[in-house]
């Protein structure tokens, strides 16, 4: 009403509180124009901070940079992608976890600016646990819909993690299904390659790899056997001959 004595959260310690009062004080910090203290300002900011939790721009005014890629580097190296695809979805990753790392802070800032906010209700409280109690419902009740959205966009984030890793996974298993497959088809082809080469030389035969499909040289299958069996010495196990040949030929582009 317009000829209403406006009240602020500031009640007498000499006389109780009446519920009528204590009525009024919610209502006029309801209807207040505006918040005239950081803390108030910072309850007008729920809004770009929520913004933050469910837009499209990643970084927000107040974040910091530098700690963004620190985040993001540690979930690439954590989740290890490969392929476009695979770090596409490692990065919407990344952004949805820096948006689940605002929900603890933004729920404290909300407590915080509440406590201070009505940290004068209950007076007449001489329990000061009791009263700590019953102001803290205050800030739940009054903040009731500004922690429910701040819950739901946290659930809402959290399940959208679910298909993001489910996908990464998937084609990650895909990926190495399919280095295995190649790894040994290159272990058989080398292998056929030296039964020809052990023929070919007992039948005292001229050849070349490439003539029967082979995709590598006969000087890089002869470099592997020397290196193989010294890698088996070594370590007890085989020398992957796609391992091998990767390593052979960046050898001879730097010799």
Same mark, same amino acid.
Request: no cysteine.
């Given at each position: 009403m317009s000829n209403s004595k406006t009240v602020d959260f500031e009640p007498s310690y000499e006389r109780p509180v009446s519920d009528a009062q204590l009525n009024a004080n919610r209502a006029n910090f309801q209807h207040s124009t505006g918040p005239r203290s950081d803390e108030g300002k910072a309850k007008s900011s729920l809004n770009a901070i929520q913004t933050g939790l469910t837009g499209r721009t990643i970084l927000l005014p107040t974040d910091d940079a530098d700690a963004y890629q620190q985040h993001v580097n540690r979930i690439f190296e954590d989740l290890s992608p490969v392929t476009d695809k695979e770090r596409v979805i490692v990065q919407t990753v990344a952004d949805t976890d820096w948006r689940l790392l605002r929900i603890a802070p933004l729920?404290?800032?909300?407590?915080?600016?509440? $406590? %201070?906010?009505?940290?004068?209700?209950?007076?007449?409280?001489?329990?000061?646990?009791?009263?700590?109690?019953?102001?803290?419902?205050?800030?739940?009740?009054? $903040? %009731?819909?500004?922690?429910?959205?701040?819950a739901l966009q946290e659930r809402r984030l959290r399940n959208q993690r679910i298909p993001d890793l489910a996908e990464l996974k998937a084609l990650q298993q895909e990926r190495a299904e399919k280095a295995k497959e190649a790894a040994e088809h290159s272990q058989n082809e080398m292998r056929r390659a030296n039964k020809i080469v052990d023929n070919a030389r007992h039948s005292k035969i001229e050849f070349t790899l490439a003539e029967f499909g082979f995709e590598f040289s006969l000087d890089e299958l002869l470099a592997y056997n020397p290196r193989n069996l010294r890698y088996g010495l070594l370590t007890e196990r085989t020398l992957a001959f796609a391992t091998f040949l990767t390593t052979y030929r960046k050898e001879q582009k730097t010799a």
């Open positions: 729920e404290a800032s909300v407590w915080a600016m509440g $406590f %201070r906010k009505l940290a004068d209700l209950y007076p007449e409280e001489t329990n000061e646990a009791t009263r700590t109690s019953l102001i803290q419902g205050e800030v739940f009740a009054f $903040f %009731r819909r500004d922690f429910s959205n701040v």
